[in-house]
Each structure stands twice: as C-alpha cells, then as structure tokens.
C-alpha cells in the first residue's frame, strides 16, 4: 500500500506539468480553428457577394440588352414612321396644289357668271324699266335742258315753263312715290317766282332804245340849230297862236346871233363838233359792250360799261330833259343788271336722278 501510494506520487507531480504545456496548444488549435472558421465564412461571403455580382451584372446585361432591342424597334419605328410622314407631306403639298388649281377654275368661273348676273339684271332691269320710270327720266332730261336754256339766255320763263309741264305730268300720273318730286318741283316754282330775277331781253331792248337815242342828245357846247333845238326841246310849254310863235322864232333868231350859256365841265366846252362824232359812237360802244357782257352773263362789266357810258353823257351831254331821262334810264339799267342770276334747281334734280335709280 505504501509502495503503491509512494509510486503514484510521481505521477501525480507530473500530471501539472503536461497541463501545462496542453493548455497553450489548445489555445492555438482554438485559435487556428477560430481562423479557419473566419477564413471560410470569409471566402463564403466573398464567394456570396461575387455570385451576387454576377447575378447582378447578368440582371443588367440583360435589360440592357432588352432597353436596346427597345431602342432598336422605337428607332425602327421612328423611321418608318418618317418616310410615312414624308410621304404623307408629299400627298398634301399635291392635294393643296390641286386644291388651288381647282379653287382657281372656281373663282374664273364664279366671275364669270356674276359677270352673266350683272349683265342679265342690267337687261332686265332695262326690259323691266316702267312707265313711272321713264317719266322721272323724261322730266328730269327736261328740266336739265330748260336751267340751261335759262343760264343761257338769262331769262327764268323756260325754267319755270319746264317746272310747270314737269307739274301737271306728275298731276297725271298719280304715283304716291313720285309725290315728293312733285312737291320739290312745287317749291322750286315758288321760289323762282319770289326771285328778284331781271329781264335780261328787257334789258337788252332797253340797251338799244338808249344806242339809238345817243344821237338826238345835244352836247353841251352845241351852237346853230342843235342849240335852237335844244332850247325848244327844254321850252316846250301849251300851243299858242300863230302871231306868238312868229315872235319866238324872231326871238330865237336874235339869240342865234349871241349866245350866252353857262357849261360846268370845262371839257364839254372845248369839244370840237368832230370831237362829238367820236363822243357819240364811243358811248354806243360802251353801250354796246354792254349788251355783250349781258349776253356772255358778265354782269360786273356790264355794269362797269354803262357806268363809264351815264359819266361820258353827264360830263359833255346838255342837261336837258332827253339827257335826264336818258341818265335815269342808265341808272335803271344798273339796278336791274345786279339780279339776273337764274335760281337753280340742284335738288329737284338730286331728287330725280335718286327716285330713277330707285333709291
């Protein structure tokens, strides 16, 4: 027992000891193992992450690849759509050529039958033309006609004798459309009648009565027998008998010898008797320009004319009563001259051409 216990003894020493030396082994089995396991799980992990990447790229690789067969038919379709596009370009551009082209014959041939149109309203407008028309363009081609005789002769009777007819035709006729031209053509007689108009033949005549009487007035420094006739002329008084006549003519006889008179203008006295010729026809001119400047309706000149003609006979003309009654009548002559302007008849005439034109 004793050995025993004493063999066992060493063992028992030396048991420690290889624990010992176990332990650090087993740490470093731990370890590698530890590292091994590390290294595995790292390799998985890697070996995970490349799968994944390349399970990845191949996801993309093959939408990229479907994005470009995308791509692909979009531009395929782009294309094609295009030459449809242009194709369908090239249609338009030859339909709206041959639109215009149409459109074109269209607008000639439209023209041309409103040209048809007009010239069928104007043939049936003159087909159609009534009686009431043709009155308006009669009377208004009358009474155009008579203001022109009238400016021409100065003289209102061939308007009024127009204005007159034109009066009693639309009495006759009775339309209500044409009674405003009635009506006009009435005030027009109305207010021609009321104008101060002159009588241009009257004054005409009158001008050549006073031409022809420029050569029984005595001038004012006449001697001989234009004297005697002049103091008859200014001393005629009631009949007597034939003893006092006897005596008068004794009278004037002695006054034929000696003559004593009294002349205001100091040229009448120095007027020579072919100075007198020339006088006398040089007033019938003047008298006769004016009857030319009233016939061309220059009525100032006319005027002017018989003015310069009453001055000539006042200044070298006797005073008698023939040259008093000639100076009034010169006078006269110039009053009358400054209304010989015939009325006119714009509206009357206004008013006819509308009513013909049917407006």
């Known amino acids: 027992m004793t050995v025993s216990s004493s063999g066992d003894q060493p063992d028992s020493a030396a048991t420690p000891v290889h624990a010992a030396d176990a332990a650090p082994a087993a740490s470093e089995a731990a370890g590698r193992d530890i590292s091994a396991r590390m290294a595995r799980n790292t390799l998985v ?17 093959q939408r990229l690849g479907h994005i470009q067969e995308q791509l692909a038919r979009q531009s395929a379709d782009s294309g094609a759509q295009a030459i449809e596009a242009r194709a369908l370009a090239r249609e338009a551009q030859e339909l709206a050529r041959q639109t215009a082209a149409r459109q074109a014959v269209t607008d000639t041939r439209l023209s041309d039958v409103a040209l048809q149109r007009n010239q069928l309203d104007e043939l049936m407008q ?62 027009d007689i109305e207010r021609i009648r009321s104008a101060a108009v002159g009588n241009v033949p009257g004054v005409l005549v009158r001008i050549d009565e006073l031409a022809r009487m420029v050569d029984e007035l005595p001038v004012a ?27 008068d003519v004794v009278r004037e006889e002695a ?9 205001d203008e100091p040229d009448a006295a120095l007027l020579s008797p072919e100075q007198g010729f020339f006088l006398r026809e040089n007033v019938k001119l003047k008298l006769l320009n004016a009857r030319l400047s009233v016939l061309a309706r220059q009525t100032e000149l006319a005027r002017a004319d018989l003015a310069a003609a009453q001055s000539a006979i006042a200044r070298y003309f006797d005073s008698g ?14 009053a009358q001259l400054r209304d010989v302007e015939t009325p006119r008849i714009d509206d009357t005439l206004a008013l006819l051409d509308a009513t013909a034109a049917g407006r």
């Open 126 to 187: 003159s087909l159609s033309r009534s009686r009431d028309e043709n009155l308006v363009v009669d009377l208004e081609s009358a009474l155009r006609l008579a203001q022109q005789q009238s400016q021409l002769t100065l003289s209102p009777e061939p308007l009024l004798a127009a204005l007159r007819a034109a009066d009693r035709r639309l009495e006759r006729a009775a339309q209500p459309r044409l009674s405003r031209v009635r009506s006009a053509i009435q005030r």
């Open 221 to 247: 420094n006449a001697v001989g027998p234009a004297a005697l006739a002049r103091g008859r002329s200014g001393d005629a008084g009631p009949p007597q008998s034939w003893w006092l006549r006897a005596v």
């Open 321 to 334: 009563r023939r040259t008093q009654a000639m100076t009034t009548s010169l006078q006269q002559l110039q």
């Open 255 to 263: 006054r034929g010898l000696l003559r004593v008179s009294r002349i």
């Open 45 to 61: 992990a890697l070996l995970v992450l490349t799968g994944l990447a390349l399970t990845a790229s191949l996801v993309l690789w």
